[in-house]
């Protein structure tokens, strides 16, 4: 995991960070934090397919709704998105364990 953590921590400072925030904190109205485990855990089967994707959804979080569009990054390899989520989901106070890049290339296989 700590490859997954390390790997993921430098996409992430590199595609991740203007708009999240270097503690994920977000960036106004424009970016939402990634500081909230609950809606990182209930969509933990979706985040994947965000990051490769991007996503004009809105979103609500922290009692919050953020409507801006997230660009993809459909550049990203599977195992590239796999360590950023792994990243994401155990940093800024996230404690969610390992995801194995089997199951983030299967779910990158089922986007909607």
Known sequence: MQNYLSNGKDIYKAKC??????NGEGLGQL???LTDSVFLKANRDRLACIIRNGTSEALVIHGKTYSEKMPGFPELADIDVAQ????????????QGFVPYTKVSAQLQNCK
């Open 84 to 95: 950023v989520m792994v990243y994401i989901t155990n940093s800024f106070g996230n404690k």
């Open 17 to 22: 960070q203007n708009c999240h925030g270097e």
């Open 31 to 33: 970016a939402p934090p």
